[in-house]
Nanobody, 124 residues
Framework: QLQLVESGGGLVQPGGSLRLSCAAS????????IGWFRQAPGKEREGVSC????????NYADSVKGRFTISRDNAKNTVYLQMNSLKPEDTAVYFC?????????????????WGQGTQVTVSS
């Protein structure tokens, strides 16, 4: 059974950091592009960052550039999202998704497998 499981969310103060993990089971991530998305209440799901299957190509939403870093460890079958300098507007449920192509996209419609999401709340 193909499965993605996110972890690492929680409550953090503005300016703080969190590292989200996306662990795959039932398949190997080596040839899959991975995207991180988020959805706040009443808003559409938006792309945050994505990484190619090789890990050489990454992309970020303008709102998180310079603060978030996506990386992958194919040996651990896991993708990470390091989030620094968090802001209240980063509050959302964060999802990871896998795409059966090595080229990544920030379009959520381009992904085949989704995790269940992890809540990130940035508040003082």
């Amino acid at each position: 059974q193909l499965q993605l499981v996110e972890s690492g969310g929680g409550l953090v103060q503005p300016g703080g950091s969190l590292r989200l993990s996306c662990a795959a089971s039932g398949f190997t991530l080596d040839y899959y592009a991975i995207g991180w998305f988020r959805q706040a209440p009443g808003k559409e799901r938006e792309g945050v960052s994505c990484i190619s299957g090789s890990g050489r190509i990454t992309n970020y939403a303008d709102s998180v550039k310079g603060r978030f870093t996506i990386s992958r460890d194919n040996a651990k079958n896991t993708v990470y999202l390091q989030m620094n300098s968090l802001k209240p507007e980063d509050t959302a449920v964060y999802f990871c998704a896998a795409r059966r192509y090595t080229i990544a996209t920030m379009n959520p419609g381009g992904y085949d497998y989704w995790g269940q999401g992890t809540q990130v709340t940035v508040s003082s």
